[in-house]
């Protein structure tokens, strides 16, 4: 099983409203990453947790917050957005071996996110 | 700002005939380097991996070359097919960088003509 899964596939949401984005892997990976891509963009680097621990933040604004609460399970809680932030959000995972150097990323298919 | 780029983005191709994508990077400390392909409406899917202590490696109708001299990379697809329509990223990382911290390129578009 090489698959990432993200639901939902679409969401629509109100600036007021709060709503979570979930990816699963079941690859055993120990890395899991969320990246965000605006049309014909590439993607752009969110968070990674690394062994359920976040390792990297790209300044990212308090109106995502990620949580890992397993190995395999990966969220995006969403507050408070904007409508600049609408775009498919990506979530990937990698196993995590030797240190990320040679470490193989997988994607998921994508939330497409519209905030009105 | 970005280590690696792509000048931007269509190459058509006819059908059966060979495709190359070109991506240069500017960080002579990159180990790892990969190619996705994004079809619309669709996540990135990995398509094939080198690393830096190679300068070529072939997957099924496709190659990759690494030029370290040069930092070039590109993506060779065989005999392209209209299932080969897609956005096509290079990807970098190195040793020293930001744990999983892939630097995409901007992306070049193929469309395949039947």
């Known amino acids: 099983d090489t698959e990432v899964t993200q639901t939902p596939k679409h969401l629509v949401m109100g600036m007021t409203n709060k709503k979570s984005l979930k990816c699963e892997q079941h690859?055993?990976?120990?890395?899991m990453y969320w990246y965000k891509q605006k049309a014909k963009k590439p993607p752009e680097l969110m968070f990674v947790y690394s062994y359920e621990k976040l390792s990297i933040n790209e300044s990212v604004p308090s109106r995502f917050s990620p949580e890992c609460p397993n190995s395999s399970l990966l969220n995006l809680h969403l507050h408070a957005l904007q409508p600049e932030d609408s775009a498919l959000y990506l979530c990937a995972s990698s196993p995590a071996n030797r240190g990320f150097s040679t470490d193989t990323q997988y994607f998921g298919p994508g939330t497409r996110l519209t905030v009105l | 700002g970005e280590s690696v780029g792509l000048h931007l983005p269509t190459l058509s191709v006819q059908e059966g005939d060979n495709s190359i994508i070109n991506c240069a990077y500017s960080n002579s400390a990159s180990d790892y380097f990969i190619w996705y392909k994004q079809e619309s409406g669709k996540g990135p899917q990995f398509i094939i991996d080198?690393?830096?202590?190679?300068d070529k490696r072939q997957g099924q109708r496709v190659t990759v070359l690494l030029n370290k001299t040069v930092k070039h990379l590109s993506l060779q697809i065989a005999a392209t097919q209209p299932g080969d329509s897609a956005v096509y990223f290079c990807?970098?990382?190195?040793?020293?960088?930001?744990?999983?911290?892939?630097?995409f390129g901007k992306g070049t578009k193929l469309s395949v003509k039947p």
């Open positions: 990807a970098e990382n190195y040793y020293g960088g930001s744990q999983g911290n892939l630097i």
């Open positions: 690859m055993g990976h120990r890395a």
């Open positions: 080198i690393r830096s202590n190679m």
